[in-house]
């Protein structure tokens, strides 16, 4: 029994369906339940919490990523499993924090103030929940004032920086000086992103990291895992 | 006389008329429900005093109105926008006419990069022959300044098949500022070029000494009126549905002053517009219908053109994919739309997904260019020089460009076959057949010089050698250093004087004493 | 008055005018005399033909030949000027005998056997008539015999062979055959041309010249002529 939710669990992950109503790329799943409703019976059928992650959602992602690999999957598919991933983990979450389980790490992010481009980074939102990181979305045209706030506030090891334009990149020098001044840039690692940033400017301004996508952000972040960030 | 652009005698349609008016109705009844988000106070106000259901919503840091337009207001503001929209220019022969139901195309430049592609050559020697060289261009990737600007302005006004500039690279010298760009930029193009000039605007505070600039030029208020030598962009709505804060200010106070104004939309099918061109279509037509219902809502009667900038996502980075088929699929429905409304239309081709100028740009550029043009939109935005969908510049691409310009408007010529011509050859017919030779040859020559006869192919290598970057480079140089028509010097110092944050070294004048 | 006659000649070879009924290359010219009225009358007016043709004809082709080569005029115009020229000579002829003076040199030119192309062979004529030649042009589909015959009969220093197919190129050898079976080759020039021929090919089938266009051939015959003459 277990072990058949876990692997319709993995399977719904790999078909991106995140409830029952979703559609799936094998169209026999249609009104069969999805990620959330198969979380909820694992949970139900005492599976513990660490075997939902890494049997199901992990291993789930796993087959996902290399579907891309081989351009079986596109970005499409890949974000449809992250969120049908993101929202399993939102059932997850107070059972983790109970339970002492270590999340892979906070990321705050936002579209910086002046731009209202968001394409990009909720994509990357989607990835990185999908791949296990707990994401606070602070949304478009954020002040500089509160993402410094919320830096302070909820202590995330990462932040990541999104513009667009050529105008609103220079806001992103205006985040990493503030985080500065209030003595907290060196508690988190900033990445940045968007059509109009580079290596060089994520140099120039002192990030920590500049992401080309959301699958390179979620290599970087997984770089800096391994070289012990905390 | 102004421009004559090219007349498109029977365009090309995509959809029927019945699919016209399906999206049409579609439209009205996404403007209805779900209607649109108004980040902007002001936009919301002036809808709600007009009869627009306008309640306040909350998201996130912003506080935002839903904003449900009725059919009626929708159909008024197409009622009363002009269906002839003049773009004017500093050399009044560069004057552009658009009519809302005349398919004249006119092919303008676009959009803003923000790098600039240099190219240079190097050689390389065979190794197995030493004596057997090559040159193969390479392109370097920089930063855009100022100094490219007038350059890609410059090169605009001598090609005779671009009839209007949008600046085509974002100026990012260290000296440039959110508070000084404004004015460089249009006096970076309008010192280059004298055909119309076009551009976004980057700080609203500068809005008035850009039209103070322009005013300088033409004589006084009255004069721009007349001959409103720039107009403006602007990207008010945001894909899906939602009217930005600070560009829909910008567009409120363009729209106060009467210039000529694009409600542009630029929805990415698959993540801001449904995947199905039935779902993209419906919505980029409300929110346009929707931009132009507000400029006719701040001042009845200002010229707008119906802006779409549609484009299909790539699959594999859900970026922008304008090189894609469907992309010119949904321009030609744009196109379409904007005639049922005979509002002139501004649409989009020859952005491409190549990233250097090669074969792939060529192909995605000529694809484009020309089955977009066979729609007879009035403002063709030809994407000249643009790479990588709209973030690299590259000149010589834009010399490039100039080639297949040319083939497409002397296609649509129209053909020279009437009484005379019938006459004069059955003539011709009856004396050649009658000569042992039996060649047509000698009356190629006055046919050969009325310009009736096309151009071969103006960067053609010699043999087996293809040396059409070589060419068009030394074409590009050629240019580059024929003299343009600058402002004047009287003018050039009224503007320096009047007009604060221009850098003195785009005055022409003072660099040469 | 005899200069200004000269002098218009001249013009109307530089206009491709051969009779007044024709356009030049300026406007405006139609209805005034051409080049055939115009040596009518220098000749009524007891004007050297000698001089007709060099301080006339070739005066005017040199001008033309520049002005080809300055990219100023295109084959069109220098087809035209060497029509003019050709007509002009076919009045003139009668005239040079008399008066001591010699044609440059006679050129036969046929399409071979089996072949009925002969636009390119038709410009050749013309140029090489345009440049003083006499040019007796036999047509196409010309069989080997017609071909040997008319160099006993008419005993031309050149023969011009054309031909635009692969499978009637091979006649171009048979017709060299029948030349050396007939003991003529040795009394003519053969000069062959036409797009599947070549340079090579021309040697293989012991041919004295290869033309690959009008111009090609005009030079190739010019120097034969001039080394024969030396």
New interface residues.
């Given amino acids: 029994m277990s072990e058949d939710i876990i692997a319709a669990l993995k399977e719904n992950v790999i078909q991106g369906r995140k409830t029952i109503a979703d559609e799936g790329i094998d169209e026999a799943l249609s009104g069969k339940p999805g990620v959330v409703e198969l979380t909820q019976s694992a949970l139900d059928n005492n599976i513990p919490l660490e075997t939902i992650i890494a049997q199901g959602l992990t291993a789930g992602m796993q087959v996902v990523g290399e579907k891309f690999a081989t351009k079986e999957y596109f970005i499409p598919d890949m974000l449809a499993s992250a969120e049908a991933v993101g929202a399993a983990m939102e059932i997850l979450k107070p059972l983790l924090e109970a339970s002492n389980i270590e999340t892979k790490g906070k990321f705050v992010i936002a579209t910086v103030k002046g731009d209202i481009h968001d394409i990009g980074k909720n994509i990357v939102a989607i990835l990185l929940k999908g791949a296990g990181y707990e994401v606070d979305d602070l949304g478009v045209d954020v002040p500089t004032e509160k993402i410094v706030e919320v830096v302070r506030e909820s202590k995330p090891q990462f932040l990541g920086l999104s513009a667009l334009l050529t105008t609103t990149m220079l806001v992103m020098k205006e985040v990493v000086e503030a985080l500065k001044k209030s003595g907290i840039r060196d508690k988190v690692k900033v990445l940045i992103g968007g059509a109009a940033v580079s290596d060089e400017y994520a140099r120039e301004i002192g990030a920590d990291a500049y992401c080309t996508d959301g699958f390179h952000a979620i290599n970087v972040l997984d770089a800096f895992q391994k070289s012990g960030v905390q | 006389m102004p421009r004559e652009g090219i007349l498109v005698r029977t365009p090309y349609e995509r959809i029927t008329d019945e699919q016209v008016q399906q999206i049409h109705h579609a439209s009205m009844e996404i403007l209805k429900d779900p209607g649109l988000i108004s980040?902007n106070k002001e936009a919301a106000e002036i809808f709600h005093s007009n009869g627009a259901d306008v309640t306040t919503v909350s998201s996130?840091?912003?506080p935002c109105w839903l904003v449900r337009i009725p059919e009626e207001l929708v159909l008024s503001a197409v009622d009363s926008a002009n269906k002839t929209v003049k773009l004017g220019a500093r050399n009044l022969e560069n004057i552009l006419i658009m009519k809302g139901d005349e398919p004249r195309v006119f092919f303008i430049t676009g959009s803003e990069t923000?790098t600039w592609l240099d190219v240079d050559f190097q050689t390389y020697v065979r190794k197995s022959e030493p004596a057997t060289e090559i040159r193969v261009p390479e392109f370097h990737p920089r930063r855009g300044t100022v100094a490219d600007l007038c350059k890609s302005a410059h090169v605009c006004e001598h090609l005779q098949t671009v009839d209007g500039y949008i600046r085509t690279v974002?100026i990012?010298d260290k000296d440039i500022t959110?508070d000084n760009?404004d004015v460089n930029k249009f006096f970076a193009s309008l010192n280059n070029t004298t055909k119309h000039v076009m551009s976004g605007l980057?700080s609203l505070k500068q809005l008035d000494n850009v039209v103070r600039m322009a005013e300088l030029i033409v004589g006084g208020k009255e004069q721009l009126k007349e001959n409103p030598i720039i107009s403006f962009i602007t990207c008010l709505v945001?894909s899906p549905l939602q009217f930005?804060?600070?560009t829909t200010d910008t567009f409120i106070e363009v729209c106060r002053r009467g210039l000529p104004v694009v409600v542009s939309s630029s929805p990415?099918a698959?993540?801001?517009a449904p995947i199905k061109e039935a779902g993209i279509m419906a919505q980029i037509n409300a929110e346009v219908l929707a931009g132009i219902t507000l400029s006719q809502l701040v001042n009845k009667g200002t010229p707008v053109l119906y802006g779409s900038v549609p484009v299909r996502a790539r699959?594999?980075?859900?970026g922008d994919s304008y090189g894609s088929v469907e992309t010119s699929q949904y321009n030609i429905d744009c196109v379409q739309m904007a005639r049922f409304y005979k509002i002139p239309n501004y649409s989009t081709s020859g952005v491409c997904d190549a990233k250097v100028p090669g074969q792939q740009s060529s192909i995605e550029r000529l694809f484009s260019d020309l089955v977009v043009t066979l729609s007879g939109p009035q403002f063709l935005h030809c994407a000249y020089g643009l790479l990588d969908c709209n973030?690299i510049f590259c000149l010589l691409q834009a010399v490039l460009d100039d080639a297949h310009f040319q083939m497409i408007k002397f296609f649509l010529k129209p053909a020279l076959i009437g009484e005379k011509e019938i006459a004069e050859t059955l003539k011709q017919i009856r004396e050649v057949v009658a000569t042992?030779?039996k060649?047509y040859?000698?009356h190629?020559?006055?046919v050969?010089r009325s310009g009736e006869i096309s151009s071969p192919y103006p960067f053609e290598g010699d043999l087996a050698n293809d040396n059409v970057f070589a060419l068009a480079y030394e074409r590009m140089n050629e240019l580059l250093a024929k003299p343009v028509e600058h402002i004047d010097s009287v003018t050039t110092s009224k503007i320096f004087q009047e007009i604060p944050g221009l850098l003195p070294r785009l005055n022409v004048y003072e660099e040469r004493r | 008055m005899a200069d200004d006659i000269l002098k218009l000649i001249q013009e109307n070879v530089i206009q491709g005018r051969i009779t007044k009924d024709d356009e030049g290359f300026d406007d405006g010219m139609a209805g005034q005399p051409g080049v055939t009225e115009l040596i009518e009358t220098a000749l009524a007016q007891k004007i050297n033909p000698q001089d007709i043709i060099s301080k006339g004809l070739t005066r005017g082709m040199a001008i033309v030949g520049e002005k080809f080569e300055a990219k100023q005029y295109f084959i069109p115009d220098m087809l035209a000027s060497a029509q003019v020229v050709g007509a002009a000579m076919d009045i003139l002829e009668p005239h040079l005998a008399g008066a001591g003076a010699k044609a440059k040199g006679k050129i036969i030119m046929a399409t071979v056997k089996g072949d009925l192309h002969d636009i390119g062979k038709n410009i050749v004529s013309i140029l090489l008539r345009g440049a003083g030649y006499t040019v007796k042009d036999l047509g196409n589909d010309i069989d080997t015999s017609t071909i040997v015959e008319a160099v006993r009969e008419e005993k031309p220093q050149f023969l011009g062979l054309s031909a635009l197919l692969i499978s009637t190129m091979a006649n171009m050898a048979d017709v060299m055959q029948a030349l050396k079976d007939a003991g003529l080759r040795d009394k003519v020039k053969v000069v062959i041309g036409g797009a599947p021929v070549s340079e090579e090919f021309a040697k293989s089938i012991g041919a004295d010249g290869y033309g690959a266009d009008g111009f090609g051939a005009i030079r190739v015959v010019e120097s034969l002529f001039n080394a024969n003459a030396a």
């Fill in positions: 980040f996130g840091n912003n923000n974002n990012q959110e760009k980057t945001k930005v804060e600070d990415q698959g993540t801001s699959m594999d980075t859900l973030a042992p030779q060649m040859i000698r190629i020559r006055s050969m």
